[in-house]
């Protein structure tokens, strides 16, 4: 019996160091494994925080390029709508009736600063131009008005619609553009 009390000590002791040796590698094991939890709560803490800020970034870059097309846009209709009422104006110049030709031209040739001056008219005012008793030098293509020179040929004035039209244009663009575009 002797050596069954050895061998059953042998036994107890073997058990409790099994014992002591699966707690503490539990332990060590529950360690690692908090470690790792933690380690890949930082991981996907932080890029989620990467992700998050790539999202803001690519949503700022989506958003300045979505308002520069936009602006882009809106320019581009801006600058059809000008051309388009530019293009209506002299549409509307050039089919003016010959009474309103005829008050143009007198009312130009009055408002030019070259008395008594040779007077260019466009092709389709020539008639009317010499109606009214005026010095006709000549004609231009255009959509009217007068260009009037100095006997002496020193001076000339330019009155045709494109130029009154270009000179009015150009002083009141901007505030044309403003009210169409409210």
Same mark, same amino acid.
Request: net charge neutral.
């Given at each position: 019996?002797?050596?069954?009390?050895?061998?059953?000590?042998?036994?107890?002791?073997?058990?409790?160091?099994?014992?002591?040796?699966?707690?503490?590698?539990?332990?060590?094991?529950?360690?690692?494994?908090?470690?790792?939890?933690?380690?890949?709560?930082?991981?996907?803490?932080?890029?989620?925080?990467?992700?998050?800020?790539?999202?803001?970034?690519?949503?700022?870059?989506?958003?300045?390029?979505?308002?520069?097309?936009?602006?882009?846009?809106?320019?581009?209709?801006?600058?059809?709508?000008?051309?388009?009422?530019?293009?209506?104006?002299?549409?509307?110049?050039?089919?003016?009736?010959?009474?309103?030709?005829?008050?143009? *031209?007198?009312?130009?040739? =009055?408002?030019?600063?070259?008395?008594? @001056?040779? %007077?260019? &008219?466009?092709?389709? $005012?020539? +008639?009317?131009?010499?109606? *009214?008793?005026?010095?006709? =030098?000549?004609?231009?293509?255009?959509? @009217?008005? %007068?260009? &009037?020179?100095?006997? $002496?040929? +020193?001076?000339?004035?330019? *009155?045709?619609?494109?130029?009154?039209?270009?000179?009015?244009?150009?002083?009141?663009?901007?505030?044309?553009?403003?009210?169409?575009?409210?």
């Amino acid at each position: 019996m002797g050596l069954d009390k050895v061998v059953e000590s042998i036994r107890g002791e073997g058990r409790t160091q099994a014992t002591s040796i699966v707690s503490a590698a539990k332990a060590e094991a529950d360690a690692i494994l908090a470690d790792a939890k933690r380690q890949a709560a930082e991981i996907t803490a932080r890029r989620q925080s990467e992700a998050s800020t790539a999202a803001d970034a690519h949503i700022k870059r989506e958003v300045a390029h979505a308002d520069l097309e936009a602006r882009r846009l809106r320019l581009t209709a801006e600058r059809e709508l000008m051309v388009n009422v530019r293009a209506e104006v002299e549409k509307r110049l050039a089919a003016l009736p010959a009474d309103k030709r005829e008050a143009h *031209l007198r009312t130009l040739i =009055a408002k030019a600063n070259v008395p008594n @001056g040779k %007077v260019w &008219v466009a092709k389709q $005012d020539e +008639a009317s131009a010499r109606k *009214l008793g005026l010095n006709v =030098a000549g004609t231009f293509e255009g959509l @009217g008005g %007068v260009v &009037v020179e100095s006997e $002496d040929g +020193a001076t000339r004035e330019n *009155l045709r619609y494109e130029t009154l039209l270009d000179e009015i244009w150009n002083t009141s663009l901007h505030q044309v553009a403003t009210k169409l575009m409210k």
